[in-house]
């Protein structure tokens, strides 16, 4: 049995909250789905970015209660990520007050113990075992790139001034390209999906540290919340973590 919960807080610092989230399990089908938008625009460009991002890949993935299971997740996922573009980027392009906004998207799908992770941006998939913590997701960013081409180390990038400069989004352009990861996993797993609200101010040691303090997903999801904030929380933070 999976258990979900997820949240998210303006932090500190910003007027308002541009993440967005949305999550479910589906028992009888042995199945759970999660998302998180990170959304970036003037005013509330970015909110109406992420929440509409949100709400597309929401209505894609009602099909998994349908009658028919859809045969590939991984292409649901795509799917989802593609029409959650076309959606945002319509907005962007008819609206003047929408105009140049954007989100990042991470999700998954897990069924029973095949995992299948889309992303675009730089919010993240972690998967954490008591052993350690993996992140799943490749960021689509400045600093990714450097640290990629042995320019920067990881640590040198959570410093760096481009560090929140991202080379791919969803909704900037008529189409996009997502990636698409598959995992297997077991009972006692973690899988955390994130804003770059959080990844900014904690590090993977302490996410780890938090997740195997144990509690249920709510509880953990308010103590990395709170890590963020007592951080600073310059940007907005979202989090959804299931356990297995």
Aim: charged share 25%; glycine share 10%; hydrophobic share 40%.
């Amino acid at each position: 049995m999976v258990s979900v919960w997820g949240l998210t807080d303006k932090g500190i610092v910003r007027r308002e909250n541009q993440d967005s989230c949305a999550y479910e399990t589906i028992p009888e089908r042995g199945l759970a789905w999660g998302v998180v938008c990170d959304g970036m625009g003037g005013a509330k460009a970015g909110d109406i970015a992420s929440k509409l991002a949100v709400e597309t890949f929401r209505t894609h993935l009602e099909d998994l209660r349908g009658p028919d299971l859809p045969g590939e997740t991984g292409k649901l996922l795509l799917a989802a990520a593609e029409d959650a573009n076309r959606v945002v980027y319509h907005k962007a392009s008819t609206d003047d007050a929408c105009i140049g906004m954007g989100t990042t998207l991470v999700g998954l799908i897990l069924q029973g113990e095949t995992l299948e992770v889309v992303n675009v941006g730089d919010s993240r998939a972690y998967l954490i075992r008591p052993d350690g913590i993996r992140r799943i997701t490749r960021d689509h960013s400045v600093v990714e790139d450097l640290i990629a081409n042995g320019d920067l180390t990881p640590e040198q990038a959570r410093r760096h001034p481009q560090k929140n400069l991202i080379t791919r989004a969803l909704g900037t352009s008529p189409r996009v390209k997502a990636d698409l990861f598959q995992e297997t996993v077991a009972p006692g797993d973690a899988l955390l999906l994130c804003s770059d609200g959080l990844i900014n101010e904690v590090t993977d040691q302490e996410i780890q540290k938090e997740v195997l303090a144990g509690g249920s997903p709510q509880e953990i999801c308010q103590r990395l919340v709170a890590r963020t904030l007592d951080h600073g929380a310059p940007d907005n933070v979202t989090v959804v973590l299931f356990q297995l």
